[in-house]
């Protein structure tokens, strides 16, 4: 069973750095597209980022450009989200996700097809 294990949330001050990881179990996914979304209340999953299979290219959301790096360990089957100067308006719930029959990045949630529970990220002003 494949499973997704977001972890590195928490309650941050505006302007400060977090950095989020998932780690990957139950199958390889060095050949896979992988991403990361953000969940607030009553809303639907907005992109972050997303990154290649082979870590090469990445795209990043409107609010990510230039302030978070998206990366990956495939060797050690994880995701990493780096954020910095945070918002408050970057609360939420941050989910990452697999797409296993893609191989470069892609900014839809529908074609993510695994994904984990989430960690709260909540950034104060």
């Known amino acids: 069973q494949v499973q997704l294990e977001e972890s590195g949330g928490g309650l941050v001050q505006a302007g400060d750095s977090l950095r989020l990881s998932c780690a990957i179990s139950?199958?390889?996914?060095?050949?896979?597209?992988a991403g990361w979304f953000r969940q607030g209340p009553g809303s639907e999953r907005e992109f972050v980022a997303s990154?290649?299979?082979?870590?090469?290219?990445?795209y990043y959301g409107e609010n990510a450009r230039g302030r978070f790096t998206i990366a990956r360990d495939n060797a050690r089957n994880t995701i990493s989200l780096q954020m910095s100067s945070l918002k408050p308006d970057a609360t939420g719930v941050y989910l990452c996700a697999v797409a296993s029959q893609r191989s470069q990045p892609v900014t839809l949630a529908r074609l993510y097809d695994i994904w984990g529970q989430g960690t709260q990220v909540t950034v104060s002003s």
């Open positions: 139950g199958r390889p996914f060095s050949t896979n597209t």
């Open positions: 990154i290649s299979s082979g870590g090469n290219n990445a």
